[in-house]
């Protein structure tokens, strides 16, 4: 399976910083450089910051103050030679010249490790800092359809042997292998080419979280990593089959989208040491912060529904579809209240919690994993450094034990990690790979 770490400096935990010897600090590089090394020493796939374009003072401690993600990865690039570097960035409030760039210099200087996680922002409060109104959730998909074409399209400006360097006859670049883009369509005039050599692994690996209807048709199309949010295993399961036949029916091979939603281990070397630790997460829960974030999640102000009452069904937001979708199904809506749902993104944000020792939680992980639910996991640890630690020191080993997880790294890229091609080139006759 493959593992990616979602790394959050004050933890994904709402109130994860005020655990005993936890960071406090989201802007702190030192914080995540640690993180990274302790995830690449465990053979993760995959270090991923996550990003926003807002800021509330009410807001989850890791995203109120946080680092930007494309400098942070440059330095972590710097301790780390084989983990992926992955980091959000909007299609939205992006254009996709400057985005190309950016990700091509990652992925040059990280030697080929980086990825995209491809977000459409649908908080319509991020528009404020950019003086735009808000964008209608199928109209922001299509914007991002062609944002993502321009972006590829600049990644394969150069061939990958357009450099020449002749010192006897002075020619650098080799012209007719830099290529013009000249697109002009309906969102974006971009005529290119892009001021930035061929990228590594072709073009960074890309990365969706939509689960909405247009998010799924979108992850079929371009996707080659999906994140999702699920709770239940039979719903997991029907969806990763339906993102599967969709890829497949965009002529892709399934095998190059990848799976993994989001999981938050709770491990202790006996099972009561772990129901403790999940206790005490719970503890540390402050009510108004739990609220917003359950609220925006799933795109409704929760507030005025009874915490003691049913799940209410809810109508989809036209702007946060993917919870919604994911988390309330029937079924949920049937075997759980309102205040344990509450309790869920309390302590997780919405993602999947697993309790118990090195060897229960992995029998839960190699279930959905051999359902198949999944492909892997995006591991969410409630704090850092202690949450990521007991999953490296107790949990990596029996999933290694078992066959489920590399014991070593067999390539250098994000693409080789993840069993990914490199994309040909559109203007190579031979292609890259």
Known sequence: ??????????????????????????????????????????????????????????????????LEPMTALSAISM?????????????????????????????????????WNMVTTSDPDSGQNFGR??????????????????????????????????????????PEK????????????????????????????LIQAGSSKTGQEFAAKYAEVMFTVQQDLEVAASFYAQVKQRVHEQGRDPQHCKILPGLLPVVGR??????????????????????????????????????????PKLPIS?????????VLTDAYRKNYTLRELYNLFAVSRGY??????????????????KAPACDGFNLTPAHFPESLDDFAELVVPELQRRSLFRTEYSGRTLREHFGLPVPTNRYSESGDG
Request: glycine share 8%; charged share 20%; aromatic share 10%.
């Open 1 to 66: 399976m493959h593992l990616g770490l979602f790394a959050v400096g004050t933890g994904n935990h709402i109130a994860g910083w005020r655990h005993p010897g936890a960071s406090k600090s989201a802007s702190d590089i030192k914080v995540f450089l640690e993180m990274a090394k302790t995830a690449e020493r465990a053979k993760f796939d995959m270090f991923f910051l996550a990003d926003g374009v807002k800021c509330s003072p009410d807001y989850h401690p890791g995203f109120l103050n946080q």
């Open 79 to 115: 301790v780390t030679s084989h983990i992926g570097l992955v980091a959000t960035a909007s299609t939205t409030y992006s254009e996709p010249y400057n985005l190309a760039r950016t990700f091509a210099s990652l992925d040059l200087i990280s030697g080929g490790r980086a990825g």
């Open 133 to 174: 109104a808000e964008i209608e959730h199928d109209l922001r998909y299509e914007i991002a359809a062609e944002f993502v074409e321009v972006t590829r399209g600049l990644w394969d400006s150069w061939e990958s042997d357009a450099i020449e360097a002749n010192v006897e006859s002075g020619r650098y670049a080799i």
């Open 178 to 205: 830099v290529h013009f883009l000249d697109h002009d369509g309906k969102h974006f005039q971009v005529r290119g080419p892009l001021n930035a050599a061929r990228c590594p692994q072709g073009y960074p690996v």
């Open 270 to 311: 006996t099972e009561r040491e772990a129901q403790e630790k999940l206790a005490e997460l719970a503890s540390y829960v402050d009510e108004e912060s739990a609220m917003e974030t359950m609220s925006f999640r799933l795109g409704h102000d929760m507030s005025q529904y009874s915490l003691d009452g049913p799940v």
């Open 318 to 326: 036209g702007n946060v579809q993917g919870y919604r979708r994911m």
């Open 352 to 369: 999947l919690i697993v309790c118990g020792t090195p060897s229960q939680v992995v029998d839960a992980m190699e279930e959905w994993f």
